[in-house]
Antibody, heavy 122, light 107 residues
């Protein structure tokens, strides 16, 4: 069974840092593109970042570029999002999502975690 | 960036109704369009990918159509469990973008 479990969220002051994790089970992380998507309280979905299956490509939304870094630990089958210089507008529920692009030929999010809440406030 | 605009933003319907939600892209995205359903407190769930391909396990009352810039999600014979928020998402190019959502409520 495919499962994604996020962790690492919490309350942080503006300018602070957090590292989110997404532990994958039921599949091998490095066989899939992986994404982070966030949802501010009561708002819609916003794509944040993605990493190609082999790790050779990473992309970011303009709103986080230069502040966030996506990475992967293949040995632990875990995806990470390092978030620096956090702002109030980064407050959101952060989801990791699997993308079967290598098998379907188009990007889609076929499995999601339950999300981890990041609150940026003084 | 490609802007995705859904209409309506909210919709009231009854069990058994047929509803249609539309999604328009600010430039052509061919058929790189996905639809998701999100219920309160839950992660989104993929319904339709590549504009018209039903995701495995999704009931056949859901269908998608369109190409280029205009797309529709149709739900035939609404069931109580279908009342939720629906999002379209383009996968043509980064940044990947979502529509603002359509909230489907019980009349």
């Amino acid at each position: 069974e495919v499962q994604l479990v996020e962790s690492g969220g919490g309350l942080v002051q503006p300018g602070g840092s957090l590292r989110l994790s997404c532990a994958a089970s039921g599949f091998t992380l490095n066989a899939y593109w992986m994404h982070w998507v966030r949802q501010a309280p009561g708002k819609g979905l916003e794509w944040v970042s993605r990493m190609k299956s082999d790790g050779s490509i990473t992309n970011y939304a303009d709103s986080v570029k230069g502040r966030f870094t996506i990475s992967r630990d293949n040995a632990k089958n875990t995806l990470h999002l390092q978030m620096n210089s956090l702002r109030a507008e980064d407050t959101a529920l952060y989801y990791c999502a699997r993308d079967p692009w290598e098998y379907s030929g188009s990007t889609q999010f076929d499995y999601w975690g339950q999300g981890t809440l990041v609150t940026v406030s003084s | 960036d490609i802007q995705m605009t859904q209409s309506p933003s909210s919709l009231s319907a009854s069990v058994g109704d047929r509803v249609t939600i539309t999604c328009r892209a600010s430039q052509t995205i061919r058929t790189y369009l996905n639809w998701y359903q999100q219920k309160p407190g839950k992660a989104p769930n993929l319904l339709i990918h590549a504009a018209s391909c039903l995701q495995s396990g999704v009931p056949s009352r859901f269908s998608g159509s369109g190409s280029g810039t205009d797309f529709t999600l149709t739900i035939n014979s609404l069931q109580r469990e279908d009342f939720a928020t629906y999002y379209c998402q383009q996968s043509h190019s980064t940044p990947l973008t979502f529509g603002q959502g359509t909230r489907l409520e019980i009349k």
